[in-house]
């Protein structure tokens, strides 16, 4: 063990004498978490809707009275009058208007026979989040439009009650776990396998090669300091984190122990997979091209910026293998819902097998020659 403790203390002190490289390596996730949280997790507002009114009847003055209101109101869409339909389309296809709004001829005569009245919606139909929220913006007006002035008393029609059992989560709370485990691998990354790589490319590694260290000693002094790093560095994230996506009670002692260890638990995984995966390789270049593979691979088949239901088969079969999907599983449990150890027991379990797994394969991969 002292000789391990030795390999430990050689890489906590070097890693201590790069500020910047700690710097970059703390700062960018919190960076990416606001960025993408902020950048992803707000409704789409003031859409630009073109109203053309063929009809001039009371129905479809109507009409654009209901869409007024829900420009001065949500703000999703803010309307502008057109006189020519093909000037509102040609508009819209140069992007200066993101839908058209047609109000037909006949719109007042079959609304007065109650004949299916209909307006068309034409909608650029390249930006889905757009066209989805104005969809859904003016099939509410339609809705409104269509409700009797007076209703029943007593209502025939089955409703649905949402009943929730955990506050609000913006996106930004939700992308939260995902960034967690994505500053471990970035602290994985520059502080345990592209330090590794320096070493042999500038012959520091041969020096461990002659003294009379086993294998798994010299694995394990690079995988504990390493864990040690990513765990600073998951834990710096986790509360600043929290603080700025605003997590219920982000100092509460439990939780804050519960996601210590996870982070431990996560920490070891992923710098037991770098090895692993860097055993062999001896090329300094190598690495920055694998480990911008990895960050796809990795992140976002996890479930951390969107639910894994609406994966490809494919990609689902990648999530099942990948140790990212369990650690997400883990912060979500954790930071989300504020579960105990029961409900991340399965996660748990998988990462440490993952560990042990990989933790044995890269100690019998590793050459004591050149």
Known sequence: MGRTWAIIERELRRFRRSPVLIVMALVMPIVQLVILGYAFGGNVKHLKLAIVDQDHGMPAVRVRELASAASSGAHTIDTIDYADQGQAISDLRNGRVNGVLTIPTDFSRRVLAKNEPRVALIEDNTDGFVSVAMAGTLGGILQA???PARGPRISSVTSLDVVEIYPYVPYIQYLLPGSVVMSIFMMVMIGGGIIFIDDKARGLHEGYLVTPIKKLELIAGFNISGTIKAVLAGMFLLIIGSVIAGIPNPFDPMRLFRLFVVVCVVSFALISLMFLLMVRVSDPLLPRAVFGVLNTVLYFPSGA????????????VIAVADPFTYAVHAFKSLLLKNTGFVAITYDL???????VVSLGAATALFKRSL
Do not use: K
């Open 145 to 147: 439009y269509s409700l």
């Open 305 to 316: 910026v969107y639910p894994q239901q609406g994966f490809p088969g494919w990609m689902q």
């Open 349 to 355: 379990t998988f990462l440490m097998i993952f560990s």
